[in-house]
């Protein structure tokens, strides 16, 4: 079992919906969470980062995590064109290492 | 726009040539990355430095060489690669806080496409 499961999709929503992204993980020392967005030929922008559990929200974003469940999420409202991008999540318990998802790739539809 | 800065974005070389990838921060970082990225797969480690040392080295080839002249440059030195070594190289850097509620949030350059023929 990998250390974090990701729909790699791909998701395909009309403009203007809202998206909603998941990852699981499995290791509980994990404390902080990132979500990253990476366009085509990109490297990965950072987008949102939590800390444990709870949520945040930056924007039209909305990170969530459950730690209880070991479950965290990506909401998007208002999806436009632009955010048609890969998806990846990431988390590390404090050190160097950081644990990827393998990304879902999402297409918003004009 | 990144304050991860790589150069060159994009590297063709032979199989018997020499090349660097360089990269630049200019955020106060104490932490560098290598990552190595594949089409459709999530950034893979290959080196961390952590205050201009060699702290992390994720069993990668000796065909690259990385070398951190000082806290805000990187290199990856390129010999000998072969042509399944072409990918995307990211170069990133962090705070390096242990512990604390910033954790260590990893900020990404635009990397650096390398195609080895």
């Known amino acids: 079992q990998k250390e974090v499961e990701q729909d790699p999709g791909p998701l395909s929503v009309p403009e203007g919906a809202i998206v909603s992204l998941n990852c699981t993980y499995s290791?509980?020392?994990?404390?902080?969470f990132m979500w990253y967005r990476q366009y085509s030929r990109k490297g990965p922008e950072l987008l949102m980062y939590?800390?444990?559990?709870g949520n945040k929200e930056d924007g039209r974003f909305t990170a969530q995590v459950d730690k209880s469940s070991k479950y965290i999420s990506l909401f998007i409202r208002d999806s436009q064109p632009s955010d048609s991008a890969t998806y990846l999540c990431?988390?590390?318990?404090?050190?160097?290492?950081?644990?990827f998802g393998t990304g879902t790739r999402l297409t918003i539809i004009p | 726009d990144t304050e991860v800065t790589q150069t060159p974005k994009h590297l063709v070389m032979g199989m018997t040539n020499k090349k660097s990838l360089k990269c630049e921060q200019h955020?106060?970082?104490?932490?560098m990355y290598w990552y190595k990225q594949k089409a459709k797969k999530p950034p893979e480690l290959m080196f961390v430095?952590?205050?201009?040392?060699?702290?992390i080295n994720e069993s990668v080839p000796s065909r690259f060489s990385p070398e951190c002249p000082n806290s805000s440059l990187l290199n990856l030195h390129l010999h000998a690669l072969q042509p399944e070594d072409s990918a995307l190289y990211l170069c990133?850097?962090?705070?390096?806080?242990?512990?604390?509620?910033?954790?260590?949030?990893?900020?990404f350059g635009e990397g650096s496409w390398l195609t080895v023929v």
């Open positions: 990431a988390m590390n318990g404090g050190n160097e290492k950081l644990t």
């Open positions: 955020m106060g970082h104490r932490a």
């Open positions: 430095y952590s205050y201009e040392k060699l702290s």
């Open positions: 939590t800390y444990s559990s």
């Open positions: 290791n509980s020392a994990f404390q902080y």
């Open positions: 990133a850097s962090s705070q390096r806080e242990i512990g604390g509620i910033s954790g260590n949030t990893i900020y």
